[in-house]
T-cell receptor, first 116, second 117 residues
Framework: EPEVTQTPSHQVTQMGQEVILRCVPI?????FYWYRQILGQKVEFLVSFYNNEISEKSEIFDDQFSVERPDGSNFTLKIRSTKLEDSAMYFC??????????????FGPGTRLTVL | AQKITQTQPGMFVQEKEAVTLDCTYDTSDPSYGLFWYKQPSSGEMIFLIY??????QNATEGRYSLNFQKARKSANLVISASQLGDSAMYFCAMRVLSSGSARQLTFGSGTQLTVLP
């Protein structure tokens, strides 16, 4: 069964460093998402991506964040200068179509980012 | 803006019993979808069940059913015949039509379910 994959599973970085979180969405999916979950809190939407551009973004997704689909299969989230409060689980998700509201998003296993 | 409220931070249920996890939502959008996801301790998010705002019948998927009461804006998840493997965090989420074609999910704070042997 096709699945969303994410690498690495755990990333530890120093405050102020840049990190890139990688995702490979399901191959025929067209919509891509990043969510984050701070430990013990709810899952929060960061950004959605469609047709090679950002479709929607939340207020969390400030200038320190960027997304890219560099090669047609990977979907990356870059944090330019990490802060302690960026420590969280980051989930990538994808879905096939935007037309049906019930079209489910498939989530990857997550990358746990720890900023020291 | 949309809002999902899960008022039960933790629930316990005896193995083989049924359990209901509460979810209420708030939106002014007439067209929306409600989802439940399961998050085991390993951290991944597993889709369980979906209910559309215009669906006439409550959704069911195996042991999962959704008790959808539109007038009360509630979408409670019912798990029948609980199993030890059902112990996990459960999130209710909503997607509305007006959130653009990408239609991101808005999540509740979750309910930690523990199934007791």
């Amino acid at each position: 069964e096709p699945e969303v994959t994410q690498t690495p599973s755990h990333q530890v970085t120093q405050m102020g460093q840049e990190v890139i979180l990688r995702c490979v969405p399901i191959s025929n999916h067209l919509y891509f998402y990043w969510y984050r979950q701070i430990l013990g809190q709810k899952v929060e939407f960061l950004v959605s991506f469609y047709n090679n551009e950002i479709s929607e973004k939340s207020e969390i997704f400030d200038d320190q964040f960027s997304v890219e689909r560099p090669d047609g299969s990977n979907f990356t989230l870059k944090i330019r200068s990490t802060k302690l409060e960026d420590s969280a689980m980051y989930f990538c998700a994808s879905k096939f179509s935007g037309r049906e509201i019930g079209n489910e998003q498939f989530f990857g296993p997550g990358t746990r980012l720890t900023v020291l | 803006a949309q809002k999902i409220t899960q008022t039960q931070p933790g629930m316990f249920v005896q193995e083989k019993e049924a359990v209901t996890l509460d979810c209420t939502y708030d939106t002014s959008d007439p067209s929306y979808g409600l989802f439940w996801y399961k998050q085991p301790s390993s951290g991944e998010m597993i889709f369980l069940i979906y209910q559309g705002s215009y669906d006439q019948q409550n959704a069911t998927e195996g042991r999962y059913s959704l008790n959808f009461q539109k007038a009360r804006k509630s979408a409670n998840l019912v798990i029948s015949a609980s199993q030890l493997g059902d112990s996990a965090m459960y999130f209710c989420a909503m997607r509305v039509l007006s959130s653009g074609s990408a239609r991101q999910l808005t999540f509740g704070s979750g309910t930690q379910l523990t199934v007791l042997p």
